[in-house]
């Protein structure tokens, strides 16, 4: 690159972030300290190693957040927790859109994105210093990423052609209509006290609780390609976990999340009181419940939340792309690639399933998704995206970081760690195809059950480990809430099981599905939290028509020798706690 192509190239992009500094109506000083670093840095900061790249990109990404925290045991206050925090993340590329440092690793480099903590008050100069100095050491670990790369490619023989490592996308500008005031988020907290009580009733149940978290979150994010957003968002989380225990000493386990974008949409509370009611209800049955006394395989039936359950973990999470680093020793450790990638058109499901992703919806049948969001964290608008239809993989989530075909992001990247990004749906909308009513797909499991010469069925409504709120694809072992089903329509609850040999051609199994859809909001990663990322899950019940189940496999701790103090003792008056 000569020395006039790359006046042209950094004057351009001046020019760019000038344009949209300019058009900023409102006073912000974090916004001006922000813009006047960028340029700054874009008109001085230059490698003077010869054949060392130019900077092309640069981002600053701050997420301002306020948060309050409660946790409360049977009817009392437990901890309290009231803060808040102000991050700079600063990105920046070396080289071109083709060949940039980014999806490399070894050599002891390193392409995480630069961190840095702001003055929660709006200091102009210190803001601007803390850009400075981020940037400088970003830059200079990235001068030596893109170094090595460009090493590693030379001495490295590929047949294939590479991906670039960059997406070129339009200039896109969000500002936030709604502010959401720091009040209203201590007499949200407040929800838990009334939650927790109803656990003095049940002595029972051996352990709960139950945490309120509640924060307002501003996300300001401005890059040298135009790109302006200004979010504000809340995130209001009321979670109850309980444990108690069987007669064998296996720990029961469940849990109860009511999650919103807003406050004021979170259900009213005797909604909340019923849901966590069912919960108490359910862990007592299932403290008596019979163990299913040898491994089942037959037709099993994923009735509500647990159809949802079932298919984010076996099937949503797996249709992201994903680029394996290129390294610079090539017997060095990579990443899996996606094996989702290299079936594009290929049935991964049933024929009766089609997935579609839609950000931009923000309600269904009159409900409030979670999972819509006008921006994702590449700056780049969320599309609307068929993924699966009538079985057959049509596409993935796609980021910024090209890889295969999958050549343009479609604004699902929200989250990134490490230098990389992750394609994370926001609502899934798993629409049945040919499906049938709740009366007809009793019947067709009734004639699995003749099929198969089986005295009785398995029905499961509600799959409960850590994997059903962080979204780890590796959970779904326990099943808490299943039932053995006979042709009578008796029902007899069981113990906890275990699902077993669960394949990729597992969802292809599915023999029918309802016409009737289940609402299911959940998170994925980063716990329930302000920074846990919300998902909404609409999916029909269906049957697979053959799978296995077993009782959950180990031994447990004796259960307590001694009552718990309530079953012996009144509960104590809220006056006298």
């Given at each position: 690159?000569?020395?006039?192509?790359?006046?042209?190239?950094?004057?351009?992009?001046?020019?760019v972030?000038?344009?949209?500094?300019?058009?900023?109506?409102?006073?912000?000083?974090?916004?001006?300290?922000?813009?006047?670093?960028m340029?700054?840095?874009?008109?001085?900061?230059?490698?003077?190693e010869?054949?060392?790249?130019e900077?092309?990109?640069?981002?600053y990404?701050?997420?301002?957040?306020?948060f309050?925290?409660?946790?409360?045991?049977?009817?009392?206050?437990?901890?309290?927790?009231?803060g808040?925090?102000r991050?700079?993340?600063?990105d920046?590329?070396?080289?071109?859109?083709?060949?940039?440092?980014?999806?490399?690793?070894?050599?002891?480099?390193?392409?995480?994105?630069?961190?840095?903590?702001?003055?929660l008050?709006?200091?102009?100069?210190?803001?601007?210093?803390?850009?400075?100095?981020?940037?400088d050491e970003?830059?200079?670990?990235?001068?030596?990423?893109?170094?090595?790369?460009?090493?590693?490619?030379?001495?490295q023989?590929?047949?294939?052609?590479?991906?670039?490592?960059?997406?070129?996308?339009?200039?896109?500008?969000?500002?936030s209509?709604?502010?959401?005031?720091?009040?209203?988020?201590?007499?949200?907290?407040?929800?838990?006290?009334?939650?927790?009580?109803?656990?003095?009733?049940?002595?029972?149940?051996?352990?709960?609780?139950?945490?309120?978290?509640?924060?307002?979150?501003?996300?300001?994010?401005?890059?040298?390609e135009?790109?302006?957003?200004?979010?504000?968002?809340?995130?209001?989380?009321?979670?109850?976990?309980?444990?108690?225990?069987?007669?064998?000493?296996?720990?029961?386990?469940?849990?109860?999340?009511?999650?919103?974008?807003?406050?004021?949409?979170?259900?009213?509370?005797?909604?909340?009181k019923?849901?966590?009611?069912?919960?108490?209800?359910?862990?007592?049955?299932?403290?008596?419940?019979?163990?299913?006394?040898?491994?089942?395989?037959?037709p099993?039936?994923?009735?509500?939340q647990?159809?949802?359950?079932?298919?984010?973990?076996?099937l949503?999470t797996?249709?992201?792309?994903?680029?394996?680093?290129?390294?610079?020793?090539?017997?060095?450790?990579?990443?899996?690639?996606?094996?989702f990638?290299?079936?594009?058109?290929?049935?991964?499901?049933?024929?009766?399933?089609?997935?579609?992703?839609?950000?931009?919806?923000?309600?269904?049948?009159?409900?409030?998704?979670?999972?819509s969001?006008?921006?994702d964290?590449?700056?780049v608008?969320?599309?609307?995206t068929?993924?699966?239809?009538q079985?057959r993989?049509?596409?993935?989530?796609?980021?910024?970081?090209p890889?295969?075909?999958?050549?343009?992001s479609?604004?699902?990247?929200r989250?990134?760690?490490?230098?990389?990004?992750?394609?994370?749906?926001g609502?899934?909308?798993?629409?049945?195809?040919?499906?049938?009513?709740?009366?007809?797909?009793?019947?067709?499991?009734?004639?699995?059950?003749?099929?198969?010469?089986?005295?009785?069925?398995?029905?499961?409504?509600q799959?409960?480990?850590?994997?059903?709120?962080?979204?780890?694809?590796?959970?779904?072992?326990?099943?808490?809430?299943?039932?053995?089903?006979?042709p009578?329509?008796?029902?007899?609850?069981?113990?906890?099981?275990?699902?077993?040999?669960?394949?990729?051609?597992?969802?292809?199994?599915?023999?029918?599905?309802?016409?009737?859809?289940?609402?299911?909001?959940?998170?994925?990663?980063?716990?329930?939290?302000?920074?846990?990322?919300p998902?909404?899950?609409?999916?029909?019940s269906f049957?697979?028509?053959?799978?296995?189940?077993?009782?959950?496999?180990?031994?447990?701790?004796?259960?307590?020798?001694?009552?718990?103090?309530?079953?012996?003792?009144?509960a104590?008056?809220?006056?006298?706690?």
């Amino acid at each position: 690159m000569n020395i006039f192509q790359r006046i042209t190239i950094a004057t351009t992009i001046f020019l760019v972030v000038f344009a949209w500094g300019q058009e900023e109506q409102k006073s912000d000083i974090l916004v001006q300290a922000l813009q006047d670093e960028m340029q700054r840095t874009l008109s001085k900061l230059k490698d003077e190693e010869e054949n060392s790249g130019e900077i092309y990109f640069v981002s600053y990404r701050v997420v301002d957040t306020r948060f309050v925290s409660k946790n409360y045991e049977l009817g009392g206050a437990l901890t309290s927790r009231r803060g808040g925090d102000r991050f700079l993340e600063v990105d920046l590329r070396i080289g071109s859109y083709e060949v940039d440092q980014s999806n490399f690793s070894g050599g002891g480099v390193s392409n995480s994105i630069g961190q840095g903590r702001l003055p929660l008050e709006d200091d102009y100069d210190e803001i601007r210093r803390i850009a400075w100095r981020v940037t400088d050491e970003v830059f200079k670990s990235r001068i030596n990423a893109y170094a090595q790369k460009q090493t590693a490619l030379a001495n490295q023989s590929s047949t294939e052609e590479r991906d670039p490592d960059f997406t070129k996308e339009e200039p896109f500008e969000y500002r936030s209509e709604h502010d959401f005031e720091d009040e209203q988020l201590a007499n949200f907290t407040a929800t838990g006290k009334d939650l927790s009580a109803l656990f003095l009733d049940a002595a029972d149940i051996y352990s709960s609780r139950v945490t309120t978290t509640a924060g307002n979150r501003r996300t300001l994010f401005l890059n040298s390609e135009g790109t302006f957003v200004d979010l504000e968002e809340q995130r209001c989380v009321v979670l109850t976990t309980a444990m108690t225990q069987n007669e064998n000493g296996q720990e029961l386990r469940d849990f109860r999340a009511h999650i919103a974008i807003d406050c004021s949409e979170l259900p009213n509370m005797e909604t909340m009181k019923s849901d966590v009611q069912g919960m108490i209800s359910s862990l007592q049955a299932m403290r008596l419940a019979s163990d299913l006394e040898e491994v089942y395989f037959g037709p099993i039936m994923f009735e509500g939340q647990a159809a949802a359950q079932f298919l984010k973990t076996y099937l949503v999470t797996k249709l992201a792309a994903n680029r394996p680093p290129l390294t610079a020793n090539p017997s060095q450790f990579r990443p899996n690639r996606n094996s989702f990638m290299d079936r594009i058109g290929a049935r991964i499901a049933s024929r009766q399933i089609n997935v579609v992703n839609d950000p931009t919806l923000t309600e269904y049948r009159g409900r409030r998704l979670i999972g819509s969001y006008p921006v994702d964290l590449e700056g780049v608008p969320p599309q609307r995206t068929l993924l699966v239809e009538q079985g057959r993989l049509q596409t993935m989530l796609t980021t910024r970081t090209p890889v295969d075909d999958f050549r343009k992001s479609n604004g699902s990247t929200r989250l990134m760690f490490g230098g990389g990004t992750t394609g994370i749906p926001g609502n899934v909308l798993i629409e049945p195809e040919g499906g049938l009513s709740a009366e007809e797909l009793k019947e067709e499991f009734w004639q699995l059950l003749v099929d198969f010469n089986v005295d009785f069925g398995v029905v499961v409504r509600q799959i409960s480990s850590p994997s059903a709120i962080s979204g780890s694809s590796r959970g779904l072992a326990t099943v808490m809430e299943a039932y053995k089903v006979y042709p009578d329509g008796t029902e007899e609850i069981l113990a906890p099981v275990e699902i077993l040999d669960i394949t990729d051609r597992t969802l292809r199994d599915i023999v029918a599905v309802s016409e009737d859809v289940s609402h299911f909001d959940t998170t994925y990663y980063n716990g329930t939290g302000i920074n846990a990322i919300p998902v909404s899950i609409i999916a029909p019940s269906f049957i697979i028509e053959e799978l296995g189940v077993r009782k959950v496999q180990g031994s447990g701790t004796l259960p307590p020798v001694v009552p718990h103090p309530y079953a012996e003792t009144p509960a104590i008056e809220d006056s006298e706690r």
